[in-house]
């Protein structure tokens, strides 16, 4: 559908995705700029190097869509909140699993904005974004598993032949016979686990070097609370004698110096935080025994708490930026 004269003001759709993709990318510029100052691998360098100009070609087309819709630009983060020359904080082999963490976060976001776009030209920057990550996150993959990175998904037996579902006891997960995890079940302990474990790492790393007390004592318990997470989560495939990913808590420098402001650690793992909402989410909807949709109510809890304590963080320190909002029409019949 091409643009036409009624569609040229932005609607509310393209605002909260265009809003949302600037702040995390212009984040994300200032994070692997300081990742590349500090990497060796010329192979991790190299895809450092292709998240980065992605990153910034995000960024400028935003802008321009700002600029060509007289919209205020994000102030965003700049080079005020990175230290270039600040000591290693993690070893190369995170970068890797960072850029997919990321990645998975980017791909959801681009993913669920491209049906709700009216005009052409931002549906076709989201479809060009999204084609971008799928490249990048498949490259990535490939170093993790040339490298011996990349800890393989749980193997389940093939079915010998096709059946159907034989009583209610399939749901069951509390009380009488409990069968084994579907691989539906099995696929989303995965990866949740697989994001904590590297949402870990980062906690345990912006927790050593952040400066300010409130901000500290908030990323060492989204520290705990990870690894309360991937705990509970592995525990469900190691009944059934299924591996879970490992811990990447030595991928951590021992340094207390600060590469990052305190307002980009915190908002950083605010988003992320939001991320895990959507895949706990998102996994609990593919979920078919009552005792794991237990679990992920109960994690989904812990998360909306944590996020909510985070923004009143941001907001009392003035750090929090104001994503654009409705009319107050009820405010306004007042005046």
């Given at each position: ?206 927790s050593q070097v952040a400066k300010n007390d409130k ?55 605010i988003d992320m935080f939001t991320m895990k909402i ?58």
């Amino acid at each position: 559908m091409n643009d036409s004269p009624s569609h040229n003001q932005m609607p509310s759709t393209e605002m909260g995705k265009l809003w949302a993709t600037y702040m995390g990318n212009s984040m994300a510029i200032q994070v692997l700029n300081y990742y590349q100052n500090h990497c060796e691998d010329p192979e991790i360098k190299n895809v450092l190097a292709d998240a980065l100009k992605l990153c910034h070609f995000i960024i400028e087309s935003i802008t321009d869509f700002y600029q060509q819709d007289h919209f205020p630009i994000p102030f965003g983060f700049n080079e005020k909140d990175v230290n270039l020359t600040a000591p290693r904080l993690f070893s190369d082999e995170f970068y890797l699993h960072y850029l997919k963490y990321t990645s998975k976060a980017g791909m959801n976001l681009y993913s669920i904005a491209i049906p709700l776009m009216v005009r052409e030209h931002i549906r076709e920057f989201f479809i060009k974004v999204l084609a971008d990550t799928v490249k990048l996150v498949t490259k990535v993959n490939e170093l993790l598993h040339s490298k011996g990175y990349l800890f393989l998904p749980p193997s389940l037996p093939v079915p010998d032949k096709r059946k159907n579902v034989e009583g209610q006891s399939f749901l069951n997960g509390f009380f009488g016979k409990v069968r084994t995890l579907h691989a539906l079940e099995v696929t989303h302990l995965y990866d949740n686990i697989e994001n904590n474990v590297t949402s870990k790492a980062l906690l345990l790393g912006f927790s050593q070097v952040a400066k300010n007390d409130k901000v500290k004592k908030f990323l060492i318990r989204g520290k705990e609370l990870t690894t309360k997470h991937i705990e509970l989560c592995s525990g469900q495939l190691h009944k059934d004698d299924l591996l879970a990913p490992s811990f990447l808590d030595e991928l951590v420098h021992i340094t207390t110096v600060a590469p990052f402001s305190d307002k980009l650690m915190l908002w950083h793992k605010i988003d992320m935080f939001t991320m895990k909402i959507r895949s706990y989410a998102n996994a609990l909807s593919l979920n078919g025994r009552r005792d794991i949709s237990a679990l992920y109510l109960r994690l989904l809890k812990d998360i909306g708490l944590y996020v909510e304590d985070g923004a009143n963080i941001m907001i009392g320190q003035g750090w929090m930026e104001q994503i654009p909002l409705a009319i107050d029409r009820t405010n306004l019949h007042k005046n």
